[in-house]
């Protein structure tokens, strides 16, 4: 795989530290890495982005973003109550194209969910990603209402044909509850794909070298770590 496109079934979830985890692995063997922010919001000028806080946990090459909108809002939202263009499919698919001609992986990191609007003519992160050919890898939360998000974006998915890789908890519980252990079985079924890994809560607060070292634990193999999915759901039986 070339690119990868991360979305979330909703926001604040761990997109950015999965993302991160996704490069630390990758760079950890070898390969050179790009992480895109096609959209960022509510980020003033001369802050740090999350393709900065990826490229700063992961050591990646190179981070980029297509626009900034100060607001945290949707992009499109963001974008016309700044009176800034807004970023538009094409322009995510054109920018992840040449990043891949330089990069051995690029990783698209979306903004909120996988149909939050870029532009008032509702273009989405699915359609950069169908417009690429490109797998998406779905962040999801542990606990109670996940399944129902989940399900409904591996159905938006399946309904434009773009291949789901799989799913991964953005931010697992130090102590949780059944809901989050019962997930780890029910996930897959919702998705119709493999659950991919698990990323401790507060993972995003380790430094740059203890986030690089734990990074292929949290992750499968199917996308460069080592995690196993029936080994961790041992460690947190019902």
Sequence with gaps: MTVIVVTGTGTEIGKTIVTAALAAVATAAGR???????????????????????VRLSGAVTGAELG???????????????????????????AARKLAEEHD?????????LLVRFDEDGGTLADAAGLLGAPVL?????????????????????????????????????DPGLAARCNLADLPEAAGAPLLGAI????GALSPEAFRAAAAGWLAPEVGGVWDAAEFAATAPL
């Design 32 to 54: 050179s890495v790009a992480v895109l922010k096609p959209a960022q919001t509510g980020i003033a000028p001369g802050e740090a982005g999350d393709a900065d806080e990826v």
């Design 68 to 94: 900034r909108f100060p607001e945290p809002l949707a992009p499109g939202t963001a974008a016309r109550r700044a009176g800034m263009a807004p970023v538009r499919p094409d322009e995510v698919a054109e």
């Design 105 to 113: 992986l690029v990783l698209v990191e979306g903004a909120g969910g």
């Design 138 to 174: 779905v962040v999801a939360p542990a606990g109670l209402g996940t399944l129902n998000s989940t399900a409904l974006t591996a159905e938006a998915l399946r309904a434009r044909g773009i291949e789901q890789l799989g799913v991964v908890v953005g931010s697992w519980p130090a």
């Design 200 to 203: 401790p809560a507060g993972a």
